[in-house]
């Protein structure tokens, strides 16, 4: 059973950069499609990023397209969201994800995943 831990959330202003990570542990992410969602209060979770099990494939929201960057390393232990130019609406939990059996085209569906992190706070100020 693989278990993640998301970090590195932090509160930054508007056209800031942060980066998330997310950790795994009791496994490694090899032969796994990963994924970012994110959750502003009040909403549902919404679809950030995901990288296919092959590692061929990156998918990424609208809303994030171009200033979103998601990345797994070479150990596969641990994958990150670069986020860049960050904006207000950008605010929300960000959780990572990761799943043996997802197919590409439920890479944009939360339901497909067996592993979730914690959540990882990301608010970014006017």
């Known amino acids: 059973q693989v278990q993640l831990e998301g970090t590195g959330g932090g509160l930054v202003r508007a056209g800031d950069s942060l980066r998330v990570s997310c950790s795994a542990s009791?496994?490694?992410?090899?032969?796994?499609?990963v994924a970012w969602f994110r959750q502003a209060p009040g909403k549902e979770r919404e679809f950030v990023a995901a990288?296919?099990?092959?590692?061929?494939?990156?998918y990424y929201g609208d809303s994030v397209k171009g200033r979103f960057t998601i990345s797994v390393d070479n150990g596969k232990v641990t994958m990150y969201l670069q986020m860049n130019s960050l904006k207000p609406e950008d605010t929300a939990d960000y959780y990572c994800?990761?799943?043996?059996?997802?197919?590409?085209?439920?890479?944009?569906?939360?339901?497909?995943?067996?592993?979730w992190g914690q959540g990882t706070q990301v608010t970014v100020s006017s």
């Open positions: 009791g496994g490694t992410l090899s032969g796994s499609a």
């Open positions: 990288v296919s099990r092959t590692g061929g494939y990156k």
């Open positions: 994800a990761a799943g043996r059996t997802v197919i590409q085209s439920s890479l944009r569906n939360p339901g497909a995943y067996a592993w």
